[in-house]
């Protein structure tokens, strides 16, 4: 079971992103979320999510899912973001293990574009 | 204060390039709330020095939905009146996690500047480099040389520069909704820009029950009026815009939300690419984002096709001009061809109507709603951070219920009569 994410109806509004990161520390903030909008190539309007799971980073972009295996040599002609999170440094999604009515991402995201998968 | 805030005031002095720091106290906060509220009464403590004062709303970069607002406070070139300018999009969001509360900005320097905040450090730095540059080209500039794509840039381009009457501060690439002509300001005062990154954390006095409150507000939107709203257009039709759907549908890529806002109230066009594209495309500037149905509208009637009007615009966010005022006065003088009006653009003057009788920037001015009632609303999503736009599609955020959420995010007692008294302040 995981999370099911639609980048073509999200809107990029980060709900999901401060939703996890009070999930992570009681408090509003953004450098512990594991789902993060990828909002880097704003000229070009191209936004997808990212989620960071066990063992896995999961990009959903417009095109569809990307799944690359934590520690897996990634494609070095592949152009890295300046601005690219240190994801790989964060706690993985725990689905909200403790909140009773499951994730909060799921809760908070006004355009039901994450779902349970 | 020490809940939904970083507690600390930036106090700039562009003349000597000296910068101070106050404490923002709780007993401001008790007496005049947030956001406008606090901008406006550090704006009435510095007049003399003609202040700039940007701020983010009590619940600016909460999970109450459409927490996305920043306000820049000061006295309009245009109007004369002491106004407030939305910071939408994620620039009142970055401004809150910026490690500052408020900004205030006084003097002018002796040449160019720009502001750089982040991490609760407010730099000034020269802006020689940036001085000459449009507003993409130096957004561009100050992103490359900071090596952050997210940085928030408010920026202003040749309009600004050189004194337009209608002068625009824009954030990032896009039209803002500063009809106030504070883009004038900015020039006046020789600051190029400024750039804000918020990385910071805001600690929640009452964590657990503010975000059961937070959840039944969004399940509340999301069951009222607003469901469903996506984009430009479909804000247009719920005013009785319909034809704008059709018309600009056949450029639409995807409808876009400021921070933590339901419904996206921006839509981007594809203009030099594939709308239907879904991978990334390799144009490097492939269209525009709207963020404002009004010169759109007046664009539209003046019978340019969709794409003419979208480039015109593209166009005023690169001089850094308001695009409502020059499809005004592009009507006043008859100019129909896009080109043309895009070479009016250094000669165009003020006044305009684009810029309202009121001290809320007409941006979120949708429909036909009584004056009074849409002061109060604007005043009440200024003070708590909510995007105006929103405020007005969403009725389910009362004052009662924006007031008891604020209460229990900051452990102050924030009452109706305070509420009151604010609304009266700001609104003049």
């Known amino acids: 079971m995981g999370l099911k994410i639609d980048a073509l109806t999200c809107t990029a509004c980060m709900a999901c992103e401060l939703a996890c990161g009070y999930h992570r520390d009681d408090a509003f903030a953004l450098l512990s979320s594991c789902i993060v909008p990828y909002r880097a190539r704003e000229k070009k309007n191209y936004v997808g999510i990212i989620l960071k799971e066990e063992d896995s980073l999961v990009a959903a972009r417009p095109e569809g899912l990307e799944i690359n295996r934590i520690g897996q040599e990634q494609d070095p002609e592949k152009e890295a973001d300046a601005s690219a999170k240190p994801m790989l440094l964060r706690e993985s999604c725990d689905l909200c293990e403790d909140v009773d009515d499951g994730p909060l991402c799921i809760k908070f995201c006004p355009v039901n574009a994450i779902s349970m998968d | ?428």
């Open chain 2, 1 to 428: 204060m020490e809940n939904l805030a970083s507690n600390k005031i930036s106090i700039v002095d562009l003349a000597t390039r000296n910068i101070i720091e106050e404490e923002l106290d709780d007993d401001l906060v008790l007496e005049k709330i947030g956001g406008a509220g606090i901008t406006k009464s550090l704006y009435d403590r510095f007049a003399d020095e003609d202040p700039i004062v940007l701020g983010a709303g009590l619940l600016t970069g909460s999970l109450v939905p459409g927490s996305s607002l920043g306000v820049i406070t000061a006295k309009s070139p245009l109007t004369g009146r002491v106004s407030h300018v939305p910071l939408s999009l994620d620039a009142g969001m970055e401004l809150k996690y910026s490690g500052f509360d408020y900004i205030v900005i006084k003097g002018a320097a002796d040449k160019p500047v720009y502001l750089w905040i982040h991490d609760g450090i407010a730099d000034l730095n020269d802006a020689g480099d940036l001085w000459g540059k449009d507003v993409w080209a130096a957004t561009d500039h100050i992103r490359d040389l900071m090596g952050d794509d997210l940085i928030q840039v408010l920026g202003i381009g040749e309009a600004g520069e050189k004194g337009s009457d209608l002068a625009q501060i824009c954030i990032n690439y896009w039209q803002s909704g500063d009809r106030m002509a504070f883009g004038n300001l900015f020039g006046k005062k020789r600051l190029k820009l400024i750039a804000i990154r918020g990385m910071g954390l805001l600690e929640i006095a009452e964590p657990e029950e503010f975000i059961e409150k937070c959840a039944g507000l969004l399940s509340a939107v999301k069951s009222g009026g607003a469901a469903g709203i996506r984009g430009i257009a479909a804000m247009a039709a719920a005013v009785g815009e319909e034809d704008l759907g059709g018309w600009l549908q056949p450029l639409t890529h995807k409808h876009m939300a400021c921070f933590n806002t339901s419904v996206p109230t921006n839509t981007f066009v594809f203009l030099d690419e594939d709308p239907a594209l879904l991978k990334e495309t390799a144009v490097a500037e492939p269209g525009f984002l709207l963020t404002d149905i009004s010169p759109l509208l007046k664009l539209k009637k003046l019978g340019l096709t969709a794409s003419d009007a979208c480039r015109v615009l593209k166009a005023c966010a690169t001089y850094g001009i308001d695009g409502a005022s020059v499809a005004e006065l592009s009507e006043k003088a008859g100019l129909t061809d896009p080109e043309a009006i895009k070479s009016s653009f250094p000669s165009l003057k003020g006044p305009v109507s684009s810029s309202g009788d009121a001290v809320f920037s007409p941006w979120a001015a949708i429909g036909n709603q009584e004056k009074d009632a849409w002061m109060r609303r604007q005043a009440v999503a200024y003070i708590f951070g909510i995007h105006p736009i929103f405020a007005q599609l969403a009725p389910e955020l009362t004052e009662e219920k924006l007031l008891d959420i604020s209460s229990i995010g900051t452990e102050l007692e924030l009452t109706s009569e305070t509420l009151e008294e604010v609304i009266a302040d700001i609104t003049g």
